[in-house]
């Protein structure tokens, strides 16, 4: 073997470590109320040798379905420029279908699903961290009334940490995680050396048989049987943290198995009981797997696996915010970058505080996890499910694969996604209407802030004057001052409501006139040796358009430092930034709802500044205001 495939060997396992740390923190934590809620969740089952097959024989080809064939086989395939994601999928099938006249539907799914990751990123952390410490319970059940206090102290711990960066914390994941994983299987296989019959689980036949006999209430379960494929969706969004390879092999190697064996010995364990032991370890039977002595040290390094698991969902939500921004979707807000040398770790204070707020309420409303667990299905298996929808476009599409073949793989996929989200859809009057009330909240402000943002800059291009027609105009008429001003324009046409008023009040021009665009593409990353656009319009005038994905952080000074361009270099002490600053008025006949009006209006004033955005030098810029009608 040589040393370059050595390198890439080593290159690719500690990738895939990683990976164990950061992405599968979700579906790792799964075990701790999966297998249990099937039986003590809104719709409690017998606890016989059916039914504990049937459940376990339903987690296993679920989790080969769902996971390991329809996201990790096949979606993982279709990465957008090496990132995932449902924004991403969005991104890659719009460059395809997306002038097509079914284009706007399938963006508005797109939406949707990140409007219901909002809904999970505040459920994640409230429903893994409270299943931990209810491990404490078990240890000794007068501890039942320091849950909740507890519970909530590591959350609000965990959302203060934010600001800080999980460099790190970061760094301890991995073993921390490897350590829980092996941990589990261990516990699983015991079990299972001791109850092998369990394995005969593996036969789908065992869930059919359960369908077969339970009907209806078999078909109730799934709602609770979903939870075990919770954090398939997130294994595709960070996708491009690690790449394709790294992660395929952390999930088929070692992941996979490790959860598998404890799902298996769960129900090994409940087999092996007597009825009246079976009641009370069906109760927690991820903690009942240890004997006694080591439940404390199990709950101890359940609740941390959770922590991770946690943390992971709110990066998550950082980052999947950056791209609804980049993309226009969201209002500009205050980005922080936690790190100097890795640019995907960011903190975003508003998106921190808010989730922070949304997972102390449940936790005080919902009480425990079992009755969290009703409201966590639906935003999963509404983001899985749309998700397969857009997989319908991609095999057509994109990838051009005849129908005959697209078709019955994508029925196979909606049948088993759509039985799983019809069955959480069930559970809306006992909690399953807290996600479906965050994703319809959060759609309605993704869209409402797209639509309100295409008509202002619409107007904006009706209103203007075309650059090349002011430049000549002005060369003449108008003093020059010494020094370079800049003049922020949201298209790349037309002259800035900024520079007409500078004309109007101040009466002059500076030697140098740069008009910047900042274009937001499609894909995740630009070329930095494409990154700038200059067309010399003459006389001093210079229009620039700068060209960021939707991963990278727009910081304009730096991109105007990299080089010499526009008759010389950029020095930030000689420059001036000249923002607009834009005040809505409604039309006599509006784009738009007038309620849609004033919520993009609050949007806009609440929305952080160009100059905080773009990163701009704070004393050097000037604003000026201005009125649109949409």
């Not at 040398?341 to 508003?350: D, K, L, T, V």
Request: glycine share 8%.
């Amino acid at each position: 073997m040589s040393a370059a495939t050595q390198d890439r060997d080593s290159a690719k396992l500690k990738l895939a470590a990683g990976a164990i740390g950061i992405v599968f923190g979700d579906i790792g934590t799964s075990p701790l109320y999966a297998f249990r809620e099937t039986f003590r969740g809104a719709h409690q089952m017998p606890i016989d040798d059916l039914h504990i097959l049937g459940v376990v024989s339903l987690i296993f080809w679920s989790m080969v379905l769902v996971v390991a064939l329809q996201y990790v086989t096949i979606l993982m395939r279709a990465d957008n420029n090496g990132q995932g994601g449902s924004l991403a999928l969005v991104a890659l099938l719009s460059r395809s279908v997306g002038k097509t006249n079914y284009g706007w539907l399938i963006v508005l799914l797109g939406v949707f699903a990140t409007a219901l990751f909002y809904g999970d990123s505040m459920i994640t952390p409230a429903i893994s961290v409270l299943s931990a410490v209810e491990g404490l319970t078990v240890v000794d059940h007068r501890l039942d009334k320091f849950v909740i206090p507890i519970a909530l102290v590591l959350l609000v711990g965990l959302f203060v940490l934010q600001k800080s960066g999980t460099a790190k914390v970061g760094a301890m994941f991995a073993p921390v995680m490897i350590f829980y994983f092996v941990t589990i299987a261990i516990l699983g296989g015991i079990q299972i050396f001791g109850s092998p019959e369990i394995l005969w689980a593996l036969n789908p036949w065992y869930a059919v048989q359960f369908f077969i006999t339970d009907k209806w209430f078999a078909f109730l379960a799934l709602g609770s049987v979903v939870l075990a494929v919770t954090g398939a969706e997130a294994l595709y969004s960070d996708m491009g943290h690690f790449g394709r390879g790294p992660m395929k092999l952390s999930w088929f190697g070692f992941v996979m198995p490790c959860l598998l064996i404890n799902y298996f010995g769960q129900g090994a364990l409940i087999l092996s009981l007597p009825p009246a032991a079976a009641e009370e370890a069906i109760m927690n039977p991820f903690f009942f797997l240890a004997d006694e002595a080591y439940r404390l040290p199990l709950v101890i390094l359940a609740t941390c696996a959770t922590f991770i698991a946690s943390q992971a969902v709110i990066s998550g939500a950082f980052s999947i915010t950056h791209q609804a921004i980049q993309l226009g979707f969201v209002p500009r807000l205050s980005i922080r970058h936690t790190s100097d040398e890795h640019s995907g770790q960011i903190y975003i204070p508003f998106v921190n505080w808010a989730l922070m707020v949304a997972v102390i309420i449940l936790v005080l409303t919902f009480q425990n996890s079992s009755n969290l667990a009703s409201a966590y299905g639906i935003a999963v298996t509404g983001a899985v499910t749309i998700d397969t929808l857009l997989m319908a476009v991609l095999f057509i599409g994109v990838w051009k694969w005849p129908k005959w073949i697209a078709i019955p793989i994508v029925m196979v996929f909606l049948i088993v996604d759509g039985a799983y989200f019809a069955a959480n859809l069930t559970k809306v009057p006992d909690g399953g209407w807290f996600p479906l009330l965050v994703g319809a909240i959060a759609f309605t402000l993704l869209t409402t802030w797209a639509k309100g943002r295409g008509l202002m800059r619409a107007r904006m291009t009706e209103m203007g004057l075309p650059l090349d027609i002011f430049a000549k105009s002005a060369r003449s008429s108008t003093a020059r001052v010494p020094g370079t001003a800049i003049f922020m324009n949201s298209g790349s046409s037309g002259t800035p409501s900024a520079l007409l008023h500078n004309i109007k009040h101040n009466k002059v021009l500076h030697e140098r006139i740069v008009v910047l665009t900042v274009d937001i593409a499609d894909v995740p990353y630009v070329d930095p040796s494409k990154r700038c656009e200059i067309m010399e319009l003459g006389d001093g005038f210079f229009r620039v358009i700068l060209h960021y994905g939707f991963m990278e952080e727009t910081d304009v000074p730096k991109a105007l430092a990299s080089r010499e361009m526009c008759g010389g270099p950029f020095d930030m002490m000689n420059t001036s930034f000249f923002l607009s600053r834009q005040t809505l008025l409604s039309a006599d006949k509006p784009g738009m709802a007038i309620w849609r009006e004033r919520l993009f209006a609050w949007m806009m004033r609440n929305a952080a500044t160009p100059m905080e955005f773009f990163q701009l030098p704070t004393n050097r810029v000037v604003e000026l205001g201005s009125q649109v009608e949409i």
